[in-house]
C-alpha cells in the first residue's frame, strides 16, 4: 500500500503569510493526488486535482505542484476564512489513502 | 448541482449491523464509481471503499474488509454501505464522495458503535 507522508501536522500563520504544506509519498504517484480543506463540522472540500489544477471557484492565492512522491499545497496570502484542516489524498491505486493532516491556525 | 445525501447512521452495539445510503443527484450516477470515506472523533480522514459505475468491481481498506460491504442502485442513483460486525473504532462521520477523485463530498452520517 502507498503511504502518504504530510508535514507538518500543525502551522500557525498569520493573515497575508505564504504558507506551504507537503505530501510525500511512499513510492511514484505521478499527478494522481488531490488536496482538501476541512473546516470543523464540515464536510472536505476538494481545492486541487492532478497535483496542480485548481478546482472551480477556488481562489487563486491556492497553488499545488509536484508528481511522482512529492507535492505541495501553498497558499500564497492567507485570508481568514483559510484556517482550517488540509489533508492530501492519492488516488494512484486502492486502497487510496490520506496525508495526516495540517492543522492551520491562527498565530 | 450535483449533490450526496447519505443517511442511516446512528447508535449500534459492539458487534452489531448497519446499512447507509448515499442519494445523489444533479449528475448521471451510473457513469461515475463513488467512494466511500470516514472520519473519527477528532481524528484525520480515512479511505473506506470504492465500487466502480457499474458495481463490477469494489475495493475495501483492510480496517474493514470481510465486514463492510458497498454496493449500488443505478436505477435509484443510491449508493449503499452495509456494515456488519461493528467495532468501537467503526465510530466516525461517514462521507459518500463522487468518482475515484473524490471530487464532491455528501454532508456525511454519523455512526456510534456502543458497548
Known amino acids: 500500500d502507498i503511504q502518504m507522508t504530510q508535514s507538518p501536522s500543525s502551522l500557525s500563520a498569520s493573515v497575508g503569510d505564504r504558507v506551504t504544506i507537503t505530501c510525500r509519498a511512499s513510492?511514484?504517484?505521478?499527478?494522481?493526488l488531490g488536496w482538501y480543506q476541512q473546516k470543523p463540522g464540515k464536510a472536505p472540500k476538494r481545492l486541487i486535482y492532478a497535483a496542480s489544477s485548481l478546482d472551480s471557484g477556488v481562489p487563486s492565492r491556492f497553488s499545488g505542484s509536484g508528481s511522482g512522491t512529492d507535492f505541495t499545497l501553498t497558499i500564497s496570502s492567507l485570508q481568514p476564512e483559510d484556517f482550517a484542516t488540509y489533508y492530501c489524498l492519492h488516488h494512484s491505486t486502492f486502497p487510496q489513502t490520506f496525508g495526516q493532516g495540517t492543522k492551520l491556525e491562527i498565530k | 448541482d450535483v449533490q450526496l445525501l447519505e443517511s442511516g447512521g446512528g447508535l449500534v452495539l459492539t458487534g452489531g449491523s448497519l446499512r447507509l445510503s448515499c442519494a445523489a443527484s444533479?449528475?448521471?450516477?451510473?457513469?461515475?464509481?463513488m467512494s466511500w470515506v470516514r472520519q473519527a472523533p477528532g481524528k484525520g480522514l480515512e479511505w473506506v471503499s470504492y465500487?466502480?459505475?457499474?458495481?463490477?468491481?469494489?475495493y475495501y481498506a483492510d480496517s474493514v474488509k470481510g465486514r463492510f460491504t458497498t454496493s449500488r442502485d443505478n436505477s435509484n442513483s443510491t449508493l449503499y454501505l452495509e456494515m456488519s460486525s461493528l467495532e468501537i473504532e467503526d465510530t466516525a462521520v461517514y462521507y459518500c464522495a463522487k468518482g475515484s477523485w473524490e471530487d464532491v463530498w455528501g454532508q456525511g452520517t454519523t455512526v456510534t458503535v456502543s458497548s
Open positions: 444533479g449528475f448521471s450516477f451510473s457513469s461515475f464509481g
Open positions: 513510492q511514484g504517484i505521478g499527478n494522481d
Open positions: 465500487i466502480s459505475n457499474s458495481g463490477g468491481s469494489t
